[in-house]
């Protein structure tokens, strides 16, 4: 048996910048344990199964799977999702707007005329944290004190801490051990230290996402799901001036992140470009 997949790169309009993202565009025929094994397989940060929607609303459910488990939700697998259904000739239900169904319920995608995608931010828990871990965890002492560090749960976990410039930002050099500590103490998937850039760069901040994986450290490329918890959290101190983030320059990703504040929504966007189309054996 063969099942269709797109290996696609995830806000980046240049292959092999950008966050990757394997997508099996039709996944009935397989049950949860051949999709476990295909996301171990392919190992990327995340793998996502595209099924009929039970949801009159939507135009399709998404399951999303890390190497080590399944995700209620995830920022750069949706728009990766959806670039790869587009390519494959999905109709929307509405013109110009996507409705994924997923394990946090429906999220809405923008189209824009350009190709570039942008999904609905969901809500988020945000909890001030405070740990004396934080500055071993990242080798920093540049923090800035004027915003609170904070966990966002937005299904993924994030703690977002404030450093006082993209100089810093880049500084970080994470300490795997406390970095693991800290993040059992706050309870989050990943830490995303964050900072403004110079005035008159193209984007306005720079952002970085650490985790743990399998006992080691690992930087993820470009973090759709932080992200969205960033802009909520920027939200939440009534900060909502339009933007764009940088993610990636430390490992030459180089991802560009888009945000958008309407009064319906917060919108994180970028654009998505195909690598690989293909068949996988089974």
């Known amino acids: 048996m063969q099942v269709a997949f797109k290996q696609v790169d995830v806000f980046s309009s240049t292959p092999f910048k950008g966050n990757p993202l394997a997508v099996i565009l039709d996944a009935q025929s397989l049950d949860d344990s051949q999709l476990a094994a295909i996301a171990r397989w392919t190992n990327l940060s995340e793998t996502t199964f595209v099924l009929p929607a039970s949801d009159p609303a939507a135009d399709y459910f998404v399951r999303i799977f890390t190497p080590d488990g399944e995700l209620p939700f995830a920022g750069h697998p949706t728009l990766g999702t959806a670039h790869a259904l587009l390519e494959a000739g999905i109709t929307p239900k509405t013109p110009g707007k996507l409705v994924q169904q997923c394990g946090v319920g429906l999220v809405d995608i923008a189209i824009a005329e350009s190709g570039a995608l942008a999904f609905a931010a969901p809500q988020a828990v945000l909890t001030p944290f405070d740990d004396a871990l934080l500055s071993n965890a990242l080798n920093s002492d540049a923090f800035d004190t004027s915003r609170p560090v904070m966990v966002a749960d ?76 960033l802009a909520r959290y920027f939200a939440a101190l009534g900060q909502t001036q339009d933007y764009f983030a940088r993610q990636g320059s430390v490992i030459q990703r180089e991802g560009r992140i888009q945000v958008n504040f309407t ?19 089974l």
């Open 154 to 229: 937005m299904g993924i976990r994030w703690l977002v801490v404030p450093l006082e410039s993209a100089e810093a930002v880049r500084a970080v050099r994470a300490d795997a051990s406390d970095l693991a500590r800290l993040m059992k103490h706050a309870g989050v998937n990943g830490v995303m230290p964050f900072g403004p850039l110079p005035a008159g760069e193209a984007e306005q901040f720079e952002v970085r996402a650490l985790l743990i994986e399998n006992g080691s450290l690992c930087e993820d490329p470009v973090t759709g799901s932080a992200n969205a918890c």
């Open 263 to 281: 009064p319906e929504a917060i919108w994180i966007g970028g654009q998505t470009v195909t690598v690989i189309n293909g068949a996988i054996e």
